[in-house]
């Protein structure tokens, strides 16, 4: 057989071209496994960002209702604390009501205070010895009868009956002014009261003479020498002007 009878392979058939075609197909093959997985990835990431949105859309709802909640208790116990108050507080007229009844009844039962009766009295008998030697150093039979004139006042007004308002305003006046000194007590709660007894019973039969006291009484108080005193003044000059 001549050698130029041999036939030659396809080309499909060299070894060469089975190898090239192989690998060919194998790195497309293995491109194709490549993007699958990195599209299945991205899947997945989107997925799992999803269930976070989902879960944190949750978790807020979940917050909001926690806080209307709490918002719907606050305002439950402020109402509550408010009646409370509204009602353990009482009102200004309630308190001037409940000060009068107190007062009224005090009075009704004699139950206002002789501020003299709450003194020690051997604290009352110390101050009166000290300050008579304090004022008459040395003249003994002037310390005698100090001391003589102030215990009897101190027991005067120990034995007082305080029985109104006016009474124990007028003797607590008296003591914030002259403390221990029992006479001047004594003299000024005497001359204030029959003040007060004298402006009882004044006849106030005018408006001027009603509106001269009230006005005495704006400046003075519970001062009712004074209030006598000024209203007396007064109404002389205004009769003296219109006669």
């Known amino acids: 057989m ?20 192989t690998l060919l197909i194998a790195a497309v093959l293995t491109g194709c496994n490549d993007e699958d997985a990195a599209q299945s990835e991205d899947n997945g990431k989107s997925n799992v960002s999803e269930l976070n949105e989902q879960e944190n859309e949750q978790n807020n709802s979940v917050n909001e209702a926690d806080n209307n909640v ?14 409370g108050n509204n009602a353990t507080e009482p ?4 308190a001037i ?19 003299i009766a709450g003194l020690d009295p051997s604290e009352v008998e110390d101050r009166i010895k000290s300050q008579a030697e304090d004022n008459w150093d040395g003249d003994y039979e002037m310390q005698v009868f100090v001391i003589s ?22 003797l607590n006046n008296a003591f914030k002014d002259w403390t221990f000194d029992f006479e001047m007590v004594q003299f000024v ?10 402006i009882q019973a004044l006849e106030l039969d005018t ?7 009230e006005d005495a009484f704006n400046d003075w ?18 009769e003296e002007i219109n006669n």
């Open 91 to 94: 009102t200004n007229e309630e």
């Open 189 to 198: 709660y005497d001359n204030q009261m029959q003040a007060y007894d004298d």
């Open 70 to 83: 709490n918002d719907s208790e606050n305002k439950n116990n402020n109402a509550d604390n408010d009646e």
């Open 149 to 170: 004139n102030q215990t009897s006042a101190y027991s005067d007004l120990l034995a007082l009956n305080i029985d109104s308002e006016v009474k124990e305003t007028v």
């Open 2 to 21: 001549n050698n130029h009878d041999v036939k030659k392979k396809p080309f499909y058939k060299i070894r060469w071209f089975m190898v090239f075609t």
């Open 207 to 213: 408006e001027v003479k009603e509106q001269i006291l």
């Open 97 to 115: 009501e409940e000060e009068e009844t107190a007062e009224e009844e005090a009075e009704s039962n004699g139950e206002f205070e002789n501020v």
């Open 221 to 238: 108080g519970d001062d009712f020498e004074m209030v006598l005193y000024v209203y007396e003044n007064q109404l002389e000059a205004y």
